[in-house]
């Protein structure tokens, strides 16, 4: 009887990208750092909380306003962003897996950015060095999330399975649907993107986003 594709196997597979060791390392200096400041206090509980309820959103918003930008040209300047750029490439072919990552190069500018709104942004370093775990928490979900959707693992859980099928609905049925990654029926449901799929008509531009990309002018 023939193995199938395994959690160990996707794991293994999963650290040989750059993006998992880039976050993790964010991740492990970011809890080392809120353990030796201390000063918790209640607002360190409820800022995950309130991360966590906003996630699905942040994820729809980046996926349909970045990812899914269109070229745009400014008289002699293109604006085509990198995310933009490589997010297009994944759709091309969902399952070439160093598509499925977030580009390392992005995270060069993403993660310091992180770091400072963490340190800038919040009244007490302790909660925005907890606000940094647990933004780097969901963002080492996210990747594990989305390389385990595009993988050969088979869906188990009732929960993976509402994850999975949504998706690579977004992926292989249409594009203007579906764009959360993480979760099912949430932000999708909130914002209109999570129509009856007996309802949908199958996009012939879900591989080939925005028509081969011709540039607004």
Request: contains cysteine.
């Given at each position: 009887m023939t193995r199938g594709f395994t959690l160990r196997d996707a794991a293994a597979e999963f650290v040989r990208h750059p993006s998992p060791w880039m976050i993790g390392a964010t991740l492990l200096v970011a809890v080392s750092a809120r353990i030796l400041v201390?000063?918790?206090?209640?607002?360190?509980?409820?800022?995950?909380?309130?991360?966590?309820?906003?996630?699905?959103?942040?994820?729809?918003?980046?996926?349909?306003?970045?990812?899914?930008?269109?070229?745009?040209?400014?008289?002699?300047?293109?604006?085509?962003?990198?995310?933009?750029?490589?997010?297009?490439?994944?759709?091309?072919?969902?399952?070439?897996?160093?598509?499925?990552?977030?580009?390392?190069l992005a995270l060069l500018w993403v993660l310091p950015v992180a770091v400072a709104i963490a340190l800038l942004a919040f009244p007490r370093v302790g909660l925005g060095l907890t606000y940094l775990s647990f933004l780097t928490m969901l963002g080492m979900g996210y990747e594990w999330c989305h390389y385990l959707i595009h993988s050969d693992y088979k869906p188990r859980s009732a929960a993976y399975r509402a994850i999975w099928r949504n998706h690579r609905r977004h992926h292989y049925k249409n594009e203007h649907y579906w764009f959360t990654v993480t979760s099912s029926g949430t932000a999708d449901r909130v914002l209109g993107t999570c129509p009856d799929p007996a309802t949908v008509p199958s996009s012939p531009t879900a591989r080939d986003l925005h028509a081969a990309t011709t540039p607004e002018r």
């Amino acid at each position: 009887m023939t193995r199938g594709f395994t959690l160990r196997d996707a794991a293994a597979e999963f650290v040989r990208h750059p993006s998992p060791w880039m976050i993790g390392a964010t991740l492990l200096v970011a809890v080392s750092a809120r353990i030796l400041v201390g000063d918790w206090q209640l607002t360190d509980a409820l800022v995950p909380l309130v991360m966590l309820a906003l996630f699905p959103f942040f994820e729809w918003i980046v996926h349909v306003f970045i990812l899914h930008w269109r070229p745009k040209v400014l008289g002699p300047v293109t604006i085509d962003p990198l995310l933009a750029r490589e997010h297009r490439r994944h759709h091309v072919d969902p399952r070439t897996v160093a598509l499925i990552f977030i580009p390392w190069l992005a995270l060069l500018w993403v993660l310091p950015v992180a770091v400072a709104i963490a340190l800038l942004a919040f009244p007490r370093v302790g909660l925005g060095l907890t606000y940094l775990s647990f933004l780097t928490m969901l963002g080492m979900g996210y990747e594990w999330c989305h390389y385990l959707i595009h993988s050969d693992y088979k869906p188990r859980s009732a929960a993976y399975r509402a994850i999975w099928r949504n998706h690579r609905r977004h992926h292989y049925k249409n594009e203007h649907y579906w764009f959360t990654v993480t979760s099912s029926g949430t932000a999708d449901r909130v914002l209109g993107t999570c129509p009856d799929p007996a309802t949908v008509p199958s996009s012939p531009t879900a591989r080939d986003l925005h028509a081969a990309t011709t540039p607004e002018r």
